[in-house]
């Protein structure tokens, strides 16, 4: 399967800690996304990445959050003390070329924040 | 501000019937629209997409129709079939974001009736 994959699937854990999840895109895929989706919504733009440069953020993305992509393979999205408004999935996608290009989402982490 | 608006909750439709789903958006500088369909615990699967030069485009069971006068589009699947339940999203892009960040709608539970 050489899809979009994420690491890991589920996450729990208490206020106040730091979360790291894992994005691998496509292979031969440049850009890579993420977004967050919370119950009841569609899935909300964070961040995304052209190789390894971070070329927009949301400003859903606060200070308590930011992503790498060091290599221009592999993303990591980290969130610090953890809030339980931050329960949500997270969700990763990748795509080949700028502009109108389909975007392919991976399954995903929910975090849950007690 | 909800700039991509899908009014139905939910739908439910016999199997062999048409199903449609639609989609409203504010934004006139949308240009790329794009169906995604997302299963339980599952990230979104792209379905099919239009682009605003086009009014209409076709993919097997799945048409989606664009009417930008009217800022409307919607998704017609026929026949429908117990595995098209599923959330339906809509997702629309400008070029003032070099079409990369999408704008969802809050989706669309499309049930089967066999």
């Known amino acids: 399967d050489t899809g979009v994959s994420q690491d890991p699937r589920h996450k729990i854990t208490k206020r106040g800690q730091n979360v790291t999840f894992r994005c691998d895109p496509i292979?031969?895929?440049?850009?890579l996304y993420w977004y967050r989706q919370t119950l009841g919504q569609g899935p909300e733009f964070l961040t995304y990445f052209q190789n390894e440069a971070q070329l927009e953020k949301s400003r859903l993305l606060s200070d308590r959050f930011s992503a790498e992509r060091p290599k221009g393979s592999f993303s990591t999205l980290e969130i610090q003390r953890t809030e339980q408004g931050d329960s949500a999935m997270y969700l990763c996608a990748s795509s080949s070329r700028q502009g109108m290009e389909t975007q392919y989402f991976g399954p995903g982490t929910r975090l849950l924040v007690l | 501000d909800q700039q991509v608006k899908q009014n139905s909750p939910s739908l439910s439709v016999q199997e062999g019937r048409i199903s449609i789903l639609n989609c409203d958006y504010t934004?006139?500088?949308?240009?790329?629209f794009l169906w995604y369909k997302k299963y339980p615990a599952e990230g979104p699967t792209f379905l099919i997409s239009?682009?605003?030069?086009?009014d209409k485009n076709e993919d097997g069971r799945f048409t989606v129709f664009l009417n930008k006068s009217a800022k409307h589009l919607s998704l017609h699947i026929v026949p429908s079939q117990p595995g098209d339940s599923a959330v339906y999203f809509c997702?629309?892009?400008?070029?003032?974001?070099?079409?990369?960040?999408?704008?969802f709608g809050t989706g669309t539970r499309l049930t089967i009736i066999p």
């Open positions: 997702a629309a892009s400008s070029p003032n974001f070099g079409n990369e960040k999408l704008t």
């Open positions: 292979s031969e895929h440049n850009r």
């Open positions: 934004n006139s500088m949308f240009d790329y």
């Open positions: 239009i682009s605003s030069i086009k």
